[in-house]
C-alpha cells in the first residue's frame, strides 16, 4: 500500500497526471492502480470515475475534453480488448486520450487466462493508432508518463504507458 506521502513509482503516475492537468480519472478497479486511484479520490480538483467497463472511459475522456478539461484512462490489459470498438472514436474527432495499462499475462503470470490479452495488448493498441511506450522499471515510469501526457495533451493524441508485470511485482495466487 503506497501513502500519499511514501514516494515511488505509484505515487509518480498520480503526480504525472496532476501536473498534466488531468481532471477526470476513468477507472476500472485494479490493484496494479490503487495509489493512483486512492489519490485521485481524495483530490478534490479531480473527479475520479469507477466504470463498469472499460471501453465507457474512452466516451467520458471524449466528452471532458468537448468540455475543455483533460483526463486519463486506467486499465489492466485485460480490459483493452473491451476497448477495440471504441479507439476507433479518437482517430475521427482527434480528441486526446491518454491510457495507463498495468499488464497481465506478461512475466510471471499465474492466470494463463490472462495470457492471450496480456501478448496481444501492445499490437492492439498499436493497430488501432496508439503510441505505447512500456515502463518495466521504477525510474522509467515518470518520464515515459510525462512524454506521453504532452504528445496526447498538447498533439490530441492516444498514448498508452503499459505498466509492465516486473514492474508491478509478481503476483501469487492464494489458496
Excluded at 505509484?10 to 496532476?18: G, P, T
Excluded at 503510441?131 to 506521453?148: C, F, I, K, N, Q
Aim: hydrophobic share 45%; glycine share 12%; charged share 20%.
Amino acid at each position: 500500500m503506497v501513502s500519499e506521502s511514501e514516494p515511488g513509482w505509484q505515487r509518480e503516475v498520480f503526480d504525472v497526471l496532476k501536473a498534466a492537468g488531468v481532471r477526470h480519472v476513468c477507472y476500472v478497479p485494479d490493484a496494479g492502480h490503487a495509489a493512483a486511484i486512492r489519490l485521485a479520490e481524495a483530490d478534490p480538483g479531480i473527479e475520479a470515475v469507477v466504470l463498469t467497463t472499460e471501453e465507457e472511459g474512452i466516451g467520458y475522456l471524449a466528452g471532458a475534453w468537448l468540455g475543455g478539461e483533460g483526463g486519463a484512462l486506467l486499465m489492466q490489459s485485460s480490459g483493452v480488448g473491451n476497448c477495440i470498438n471504441t479507439l476507433a472514436l479518437q482517430p475521427c474527432i482527434r480528441f486526446p486520450l491518454l491510457m495507463v495499462v498495468t499488464m497481465r499475462g506478461d512475466w510471471a503470470e499465474f492466470n494463463h487466462w490472462q495470457n492471450p490479452m496480456g501478448q496481444a495488448t501492445e499490437p492492439v493498441l498499436k493497430q488501432m493508432g496508439v503510441m505505447t511506450w512500456r515502463a518495466d522499471a521504477p525510474a522509467e515510469v515518470s518520464p515515459l508518463l510525462r512524454g506521453a501526457a504532452t504528445m496526447a495533451f498538447e498533439g490530441d493524441s492516444a498514448c498508452a504507458l503499459l505498466l509492465g508485470q516486473r514492474l508491478i511485482g509478481e503476483k501469487e495466487w492464494v489458496k
